[in-house]
């Protein structure tokens, strides 16, 4: 298996692109493709990866890069595999598409791939929002965040639907793997990227990327919270391999999701009956989908009381 | 060898000559035909190319811009709905100058539906970079995939051509067509060799983001391709022409254009039946003469200008409107002729696929010919339409 030592000093996503500090997407890619290799094609849809990755006359990228418009992330690595196919040679079609350009505009041309089974990686890098725009809501944005399209308001406050399941969307497909993965968990996220590259078909990986502008959080933080959000269950860490679904990583006893949103301005809003609707479905969804039969609650649907207050020592921790 | 074959048949023969390696399709109506022979042709071993059932026509040619960024000779065919569809991505690939062939079969684009002839659906995607020639016939409408690919591939172009044919008056009508052997076609097409293309060996960004301070060089560059073309257009006419017997004339085609007094402009089909109208007049003592407008980009303002010197009145055969009053043609020609005299008078006629009868035809000479006299006609005429009448 993998090691974190035995990937290239190299990187193939160099230095002096211009994300933000802290920005998950820079370090889900640049680690991704440290695994994939030299031999890789990447696509990138409209997204900061395109504006802080490749601004004319800089670029980032040390392997081919492709980029056309927002909604076509699939469809376009069909298309530059069949050239390589063609041509005879061997190099891997690798997108790296955000939640709106896969869970929304995207989503067609992703099934499309994923239907035909085109032997390509799609890799989703799920900040939850439509960062590039300045923070829209999209169909990953959990239940309750700020957005600047889901405002809160005196009426309402926040996004007031749950996040889409994109998991079951995609392995619906009856692709040969889907996995999803978090920068705060490296060997896994290693281990799961080499795996993904030695399967042949489509691949979809699902990158838990928190966005520092768009979560209001401290730009020292972006590992902590991938952790507190695996933790507490809004992020699951499992892999999905020809139908098998497997949980890669298994939280102890489940923390609340308080501590998790608590570390976000984009959740410091929510009412305590809003963090236990969420808390709920962070249950419901875990004894759904991802808890093996017989195996003990690690998730109580009411999470304990006296967690429930937002404390001045949460605001002075984690900044307004 | 001869065989009479559908113009969509003929277009698809035209793409396996070419060997194109990748041949992205979704079905639409009346394009289908050229996707489902090409499928057959794979599937029978015919044709060694990568046939990718995309899902919509957005994906199309996205995969399409993937492939031909690349390294790949790409193919495909669209019409109508599908090339709208298509729009966001036409105007991505010819800046990238990715030499992609797409036959369109021209189609009303709705509201209201239709499925027959109309140039509404290339008309609205004529300024995003592609070029567009629109044919006759079946023969041509081979002959102009085989030429598509030089022109589009050639150094000093480098863009996507649209070869455009008649919906179902070409797409669905069998003609006698003579289709060139693979041998000379290999000999007059090279295999498609890039300078730049996705290649890891030596990367390359290909569509990265551009600050205000580089896009006019950009779209410089891509109107110098355009301009450019109509001297390689020229070049691979004339040299088409000497290997396979059959000269187009090159951006336009004339007839009876040397002694003419009054001329017609027309597009795709219906210069067949203007020719056998201008033979009718002209056995009558009318001196008419016929100009093919056969190109649209790049737009045969020189070529025009030429042709038309020696004429009293220009009439312009336009078979989609454009809403400021006249049709598309009729407004370049106008363009294009400024400065000189003649009155220009436009012609709209087999609008959302109606027939252009030779009596249609006939009127469009009458009414060019009394504005060539200086009597006073109407310079918009909607000919064999309901309502006010011409």
Do not use: C, D, L, V
């Given at each position: 298996m993998i090691t974190i030592k035995d990937l290239p000093d190299e990187n193939l996503f160099t230095a002096g692109h211009t994300a933000c500090p802290g920005c998950g997407v820079a370090m889900s890619i640049r680690n991704a493709i440290r695994v994939l290799g030299k031999d890789t094609s990447v696509y990138v849809p409209a997204s900061c990866a395109v504006v802080f990755g490749t601004t004319f006359p800089y670029g980032a990228w040390k392997v081919p890069f492709f980029h056309t418009a927002f909604e076509n992330t699939g469809a376009c690595l069909t298309g530059m595999q069949a050239a390589f196919e063609k041509k005879g040679k061997k190099v891997t079609a690798v997108g790296f598409a955000g939640d709106g350009g896969t869970y929304d505009i995207g989503l067609q041309s992703m099934s499309g791939a994923a239907e035909r089974n085109d032997d390509v990686i799609y890799i989703c890098l799920d900040n939850?929002?439509?960062?590039?725009?300045?923070i829209q809501r999209s169909g990953g944005t959990p239940f309750g965040a700020w957005t600047t399209t889901t405002p809160v308001g005196t009426k309402v406050q926040g996004n007031r639907r749950f996040k889409k399941n994109l998991g079951e969307i995609v392995t619906a497909h009856e692709i040969p793997y889907y996995a999803t993965l978090s920068i705060g968990h490296p060997l896994d996220f290693i281990r799961k990227v080499e795996k993904a590259k030695n399967i042949k078909g489509f691949r979809f990986l699902h990158m838990f990327t928190p966005c520092i502008p768009g979560w209001k959080m401290d730009p020292a933080k972006t590992v902590e919270v991938t952790k507190r959000a695996v933790e507490s269950g809004m992020w699951t860490l499992y892999e999905v391999e020809n139908g098998e679904k497997k949980i890669t990583y298994k939280p102890g006893k489940m923390k609340s999701v308080r501590d998790y949103l608590m570390m976000q301005g984009r959740f410091r809003h929510m009412s305590d009956e809003d963090i236990k609707k969420l808390q709920m479905w962070v249950c419901k969804k875990w004894n759904l989908y991802y808890k093996e039969k017989g195996s003990p609650e690690i998730c109580e649907i009411a999470p304990p009381e006296e967690h429930h207050a937002v404390t001045e020592e949460h605001r002075e921790m984690h900044g307004p | 060898m001869k065989k009479v074959i559908t113009g969509d048949h003929a277009v698809a023969l035209g793409a396996k000559l070419c060997r194109v390696d990748v041949v992205p399709a979704y079905p639409i109506t009346p394009q289908t035909l050229i996707i489902e022979h090409i499928a057959d042709f794979v599937n029978d071993g015919e044709m060694d190319a990568k046939f990718l059932t995309m899902e919509s026509e957005h994906s199309v040619m996205s995969a399409a811009a993937a492939a031909s960024a690349a390294g790949a000779r790409v193919f495909t065919a669209t019409s109508s709905q599908g090339l709208a569809f298509m729009y966001e991505m036409l105007y991505a690939t010819a800046p990238m100058r990715l030499p992609i062939v797409m036959a369109n079969a021209n189609r009303t684009l709705a509201a209201p539906p239709g499925i027959w002839c109309e140039y509404n659906d290339s008309m609205g995607v004529r300024d995003s970079g592609w070029l567009q020639v629109y044919v006759e016939d079946n023969q041509e409408a081979l002959d102009m995939v085989i030429q598509s690919f030089r022109i589009a591939e050639d150094k000093r172009v480098l863009l996507p051509v649209m070869p455009c044919l008649d919906g179902f008056v070409l797409t669905h009508t069998v003609e006698p067509v003579d289709v060139p052997q693979q041998e000379d076609v290999d000999s007059f097409l090279s295999p498609y060799a890039p300078d730049i293309m996705l290649d890891p060996a030596r990367p390359t960004m290909i569509g990265i983001f551009m600050p205000a301070e580089y896009i006019m060089e950009l779209r410089r560059q891509t109107m110098g391709a355009v301009e450019s073309a109509k001297k390689v257009i020229g070049e691979i006419n004339d040299e088409f022409a000497k290997v396979?017997?059959?000269?187009?004339?090159?951006m336009i085609d004339t007839y009876m254009m040397e002694d003419a007094e009054v001329a017609l402009v027309t597009m795709g089909t219906v210069t067949s039946t203007s020719r056998e109208v201008v033979d009718e007049l002209r056995k009558v003592g009318k001196k008419v003469g016929l100009v093919k407008l056969r190109f649209f980009r790049p737009f045969p303002v020189d070529e025009l200008r030429k042709a038309l010197s020696g004429v009293s009145a220009v009439g312009v055969f336009d078979r989609?409107?454009?809403?400021?009053?006249?049709?598309p043609a009729f407004n370049e020609i106008q363009s294009a002729l400024y400065g000189m005299t003649m009155p220009v008078v436009n012609h709209l006629a087999g609008i959302g696929g109606r027939d252009v009868t030779r009596e249609q035809i006939i009127k469009m000479f009458e009414i060019t010919i009394k504005a060539g006299k200086g009597e006073k006609v109407n310079t918009i005429n909607w000919h064999n339409t309901r309502g006010e009448t011409v």
């Open positions: 939850e929002a439509y960062m590039n725009t300045g | 396979f017997g059959r000269n187009y004339g090159g989609s409107i454009s809403y400021h009053g006249g049709g």
